[in-house]
């Protein structure tokens, strides 16, 4: 067949165009490596087949003789070869596509792919089958219609228009690469269809176009490749703009299909299946998209349920925290559930932070945890509420609470093994019930008083809630806040306990002893006021207020020239703060005290403490001159090595001591009764250069024992109650006559490495000593261990 020479040239350039493409894209593949060579190879192949298409279409137009147009069974044959390479090229480009990393990255993700991809395509193919069959005809008499081989390429070429459509439109920008290649994929398929059509039935003239536009389609696919010299991962969407996807073809459809309809149209077996296939493919689109959502939103509940569960537990010990606590609470409120709340809180567990430092504290909190949880019963639930304060929740009767709080006791005090050593703590347990009707904050209200009951009471105990602690309550807070405003309201009085010189009874000390009387509450016994200082901090004030009447009354009595001493009680957080060696010195020189008639009381509750430290304290007060009393000896805490170490210039009995102890008559001898305890503390005091005052003495046979012992001072009932400072001094004036005037002031302790300059002696100490008046009023005092003696 003669052909005119621009289409012999457009024939040899498309096969030119389409060598060197292929060659460029077997290049590229070859050279690939990772992930991105699989994918590549399939895109060289299928260029390679494209190509064979081609060649032998421009064979078999370039070689046609003039009988080409009867020719119909030669044409066939050329046309479906060329057809069957545009499938097979066509199904190969779609392998590469969905071998490019990140298209087809998990079976599921594959699966929507391929759906969406259906779905386009039967749009596409719908659309070409109205435009190109009856009544339409597109194509007119050069329908290919003896070539049914073709609608099997239009097929292939409708999957891999589709699936370039689907990818290029769900992948992340940029995508330009992508889009030529998915262009270039489209047009290999169309020049293929093209250069079928023409070899079957529309003539040369389409199948060289066809030819063309398969070649510039290879191009475009090689130029594509070739650029993407570093080729990433591409990132496709498949969830999001779900809505185009599913519209686009849907409209595309709906409006061929009535074109169709309109020019008179019928639909046949192709466009019914065309039809089914994409109703198919959006319906299990959809399915899988329901499912997607159903999945999500099973994964949202799930997070949801964990981040609610993190929000109600303790990270340190994995228990409830409060929030979870009251999340049961309020369950088994409603329930009407019997509930038993036990609250506890660890005695004194800052001192395992202070002392151990924190890391270990966390440890032990956890331990705590981890026992509670161990010791609860089916169904109880523990609770961490903050810091060292725990919670138990259980279903029970009273009776059946109480035991589990009695053995949590037990259980949370032993040791706390740690690397460096055991630690151990005790705990105080409030055990509360529903009081009537269930009501979540008068059960936490309740337990947590029982717990401050417990604590009041000495802790390391178990306290059941009682109505009469609500009154406790109520008094222990207006106290507090009444004792805030004490001293301005000047309802703060020092009453003065006579020390006496033994066996004479002559008054010649006095201790300085703390009492309020509040207008409306009345008189305050110390030992409900004093412990209450201490725990919300206003001791320092009240004891700095009775330091300064104090030595204000000593040095009116020394200025009248009385040979007394009087003495101050210590509280272990006053000897503790830096600033107390200053407010003493400040006080002796304010009322021109001489500093030995000054003596400071600590309480052997102090010496529990550090020991080094309480020495180093102690040494400094003592450099001020004054001089150290040790309270409460032999009540319990201190020991004999202690004792030693201790710079203490006095040892004060227990009251305890000295009268628990009926006095004796030593064994198969004659002689006066004797207290055998307190003559021991009394040797061990006077072998260690100490005076000795005995506490507590309250009748005659005490006075006597003591007196045997050895004893030079005593301070009790039998002496005399805490008095106003008007009677004290009357009991010193009428002691005092004129021959019995010598001093008889404890003398200091001799403490080694301590020069004597510093702490000097009381003996000698006259009214000489003794300041000038100081006019002023002395009110009243008081104190918690004269309210036990009584
Ligand atoms: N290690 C550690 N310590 C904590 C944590 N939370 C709070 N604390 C400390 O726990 C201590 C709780 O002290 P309190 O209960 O007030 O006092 P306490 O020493 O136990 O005295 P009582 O309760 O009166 O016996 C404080 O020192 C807090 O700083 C924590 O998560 N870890």
Redesign the pocket.
């Known amino acids: 067949m003669h052909l005119p020479p621009g289409m012999v040239a457009v024939a040899a350039l498309s096969g030119l165009v389409a060598v060197a493409a292929t060659v460029l894209l077997t290049m590229v593949a070859r050279r690939r490596t990772g992930l991105h060579r699989p994918a590549h190879v399939l895109l060289a192949v299928a260029a390679g087949v494209s190509l064979l298409s081609l060649l032998a279409g421009m064979v078999a137009v370039l070689s046609a003789s003039d009988h080409w147009a009867h020719e119909q069974g030669l044409r066939t044959g050329w046309a479906t070869a060329a057809a069957v390479g545009t499938a097979l090229s066509g199904l190969a480009f779609a392998a590469g596509l969905l071998r490019l990393p990140g298209v087809a990255a998990t079976t599921a993700g594959t699966a929507r792919l391929a759906l969406d991809s259906v779905t386009m395509a039967a749009a596409l193919w719908f659309v070409g089958w109205v435009l190109f069959s009856e009544p339409t005809r597109l194509l007119g008499d050069a329908t290919p219609m003896a070539c049914p081989a073709i609608v099997v390429a239009t097929v292939s070429a409708a999957l891999g228009a589709g699936l370039a459509v689907i990818v290029v439109f769900r992948a992340a920008a940029p995508r330009r690469g992508l889009t030529v290649l998915a262009a270039g994929i489209s047009a290999v398929s169309c020049g293929g269809l093209g250069l079928s059509a023409g070899l079957c039935q529309a003539g040369p003239t389409m199948a060289l176009a066809g030819a063309a536009v398969l070649a510039a389609g290879l191009l475009a696919v090689a130029f594509a490749v070739y650029r993407d010299d570093r080729p990433g991962q591409i990132e496709l969407d498949l969830i999001g703009r779900d809505g185009e996807y599913a519209v686009v073809p849907m409209v595309a459809m709906a409006v061929s299909a009535t074109y169709h309809l309109l020019q008179g149209g019928q639909f046949t077996a192709p466009g019914i299946v065309a039809g089914i296939v994409e109703g198919f493919a959006l319906v299990a689109r959809q399915y899988v998209t329901l499912k997607d959502v159903r999945d999500y939103a099973g994964r949202l509940a799930e997070r949801e349920a964990h981040f609610r569960e993190l929000a109600h537990t303790d990270p340190?010990t994995s228990l409830a925290n409060r929030r979870g606590l009251l999340r049961t609470l309020h369950d088994s409120a409603a329930a009407g559930t019997p509930c038993v709340l036990l609250s506890l809180?660890?005695?004194?567990?800052?001192?395992?932070?202070?002392m151990r430092?924190?890391?270990?504290?966390?440890?032990?909190?956890a331990e705590v945890g981890s026992r509670l949880r161990g010791n609860l019963r089916p169904g109880d639930m523990a609770a961490r509420l903050?810091?060292?304060?725990f919670a138990v929740l259980m279903s029970a009767r009273p009776a059946e609470a109480d035991r589990v709080a009695e053995r949590l006791l037990g259980v949370l005090n032993r040791p706390y093994d740690q690397e460096e050593g055991p630690v151990f703590l005790s705990v105080?347990i409030g055990v509360a019930g529903w009081a009537g009707a269930p009501d979540v904050d008068l059960l936490l209200r309740h337990a947590d008083l029982a717990l401050r009951y417990a604590?009041q009471r000495g802790?390391n105990r178990i306290e059941r809630y009682d109505a009469a602690y609500d009154q406790l309550l109520r008094r222990r807070t207006t106290l507090e806040h009444e004792m805030r405003g004490a001293i301005e309201r000047d309802e703060l009085r020092l009453a003065f306990q006579p020390v006496a010189s033994l066996p004479s009874v002559r008054p010649v000390g006095a201790e300085a002893l703390l009492r309020w009387h509040h207008p409306e509450l009345g008189n305050v016994r110390p030992d409900e006021f004093i412990p209450l200082a201490e725990?919300c901090g206003m001791i320092a004030t009240l004891g700095a207020w009775v330091l300064h009447q104090a030595c204000y009354q000593l040095s009116r009595w020394l200025a009248d020239g009385h040979d007394v001493w009087v003495s101050v009680n210590v509280s272990p957080r006053e000897l503790h703060a830096p600033e107390y060696v200053v407010q003493v010195a400040e006080a002796l020189r304010a009322h021109h005290v001489p500093p030995q008639r000054l003596v400071l009381e600590v309480t052997e509750h102090a010496v529990a403490t550090d020991l080094d430290e309480l020495i180093r304290r102690l040494t400094a007060l003592r450099l001020t001159g004054v001089r150290i009393a040790l309270d409460d000896f032999g009540a319990g805490y201190s020991s004999l090595g202690q004792l030693r170490r201790l710079p203490i210039d006095i040892l004060k009995i227990d009251h305890s001591l000295v009268a628990e102890h009926e006095p004796v008559r030593p064994v198969g001898k004659d002689g006066p009764a004797f207290a055998p305890m307190v003559d021991i503390v009394m040797r061990l005091g006077h072998q260690l250069g100490l005076e000795v005052i005995a506490e507590g003495v309250t009748t005659p046979t005490e006075l006597a024992a003591v007196v045997a012992a050895g004893c030079r001072f005593g301070q009790g009932a039998l002496f005399g109650w805490g008095v106003p400072a008007e009677h004290l001094e009357a009991m010193l004036e009428a002691a005092t006559s004129p021959g019995a005037r010598q001093s008889r002031v404890p003398a200091p302790r001799r403490v080694p490495g301590v020069s004597e300059q510093v702490i000097p002696s009381a003996e000698g100490v006259s009214a000489a000593d003794a300041p000038q008046s100081v006019d002023q009023h002395v009110r009243s005092v008081d104190s918690s261990r004269e309210m036990r003696q009584a």
């Not at 430092?357 to 909190?365: E, F, T």
């Not at 903050?386 to 304060?389: H, V």
């Open positions: 340190l809180d660890l005695d004194g567990f800052k001192h395992v932070n202070d430092g924190h890391g270990v504290g966390d440890a032990v909190l903050g810091g060292d304060e105080s604590k802790k725990e």
